[in-house]
């Protein structure tokens, strides 16, 4: 099984719509991000948890919200989707400030 | 935001050639971090050089690192096919998360 789990692989929706990006890890570290990726931006950290109780923005966090359920889920929310979110997101996890593991991304298309 | 910056932005080798990757921030760092991403695919963590390191060493890759300029270079030697992919330098300020940089994208000719 892999470490980290995100789901849906790919989406496709349409402006508007209410979109729910999971991510679930098997390693139990404490420290779970979102990132996003654009062509030629590298990746930007949307936001970031330390801990279940713990949620912080990062450098892109307008028209995104987040969900540390659980120590091993931490769900990425778009409220109303617009075209400009269309981008590979990502999320990752680490122990404190180890390196982090990312899983394989979702792939998300807003028409 | 602080972040560190990759140069080349995409570099095209023979294989067997050596490949030179620069990343250049602006900051104090604790350590600086390398990782690789093949084509749509998550990043896998490749090298980590704190900030009192100069170099090291994994397998292919040697990383280097110069506080005084604020920048490190990441060396594969002997560079395969299997290489192809954008490698991603990211800084580790100690309080706050990873900032990555836009990466190189390397290309390894066969």
């Known amino acids: 099984d892999a470490d980290v789990t995100q789901t849906p692989r790919n989406r496709i929706t349409k402006t508007g719509k209410r979109i729910m990006l999971e991510c679930s890890q098997t390693?139990?570290?404490?420290?779970m991000y979102w990132y996003r990726q654009d062509p030629g931006l590298g990746l930007r950290l949307i936001y970031y948890?330390?801990?279940?109780?713990?949620?912080n923005k990062g450098e892109i966090s307008d028209g995104y919200s987040v969900s540390r359920q659980a120590q091993a889920k931490f769900s990425l929310s778009l409220e109303s989707a617009i075209p400009n979110q269309t981008a590979l997101y990502f999320c990752?996890?680490?122990?404190?400030?180890?390196?982090?593991?990312f899983g394989d991304g979702t792939r998300l298309s807003i028409l | 935001s602080q972040q560190g910056e990759e140069d080349p932005q995409a570099l095209s080798i023979q294989e067997g050639e050596n490949a030179t990757m620069n990343c250049s921030y602006k900051?104090?760092?604790?350590?600086l971090q390398w990782y690789r991403q093949n084509s749509g695919r998550g990043l896998v963590h490749l090298i980590l050089?704190?900030?009192?390191?100069r170099e090291k060493h994994s397998g292919r890759l040697r990383v280097t690192l110069d506080t005084s300029k604020k920048s490190s270079s990441l060396l594969i030697t002997a560079s395969r096919a299997a290489d192809t992919a954008s490698y991603f330098c990211?800084?580790?300020?100690?309080?706050?998360?990873?900032?990555f940089g836009k990466g190189t994208r390397l290309s390894v000719i066969a």
């Open positions: 900051t104090s760092i604790n350590n």
């Open positions: 050089i704190r900030s009192n390191e």
């Open positions: 990752a996890i680490s122990r404190g400030n180890q390196p982090q593991h």
């Open positions: 390693k139990g570290h404490d420290r």
């Open positions: 990211a800084t580790d300020l100690g309080i706050t998360p990873l900032v």
């Open positions: 948890s330390f801990d279940v109780k713990d949620i």
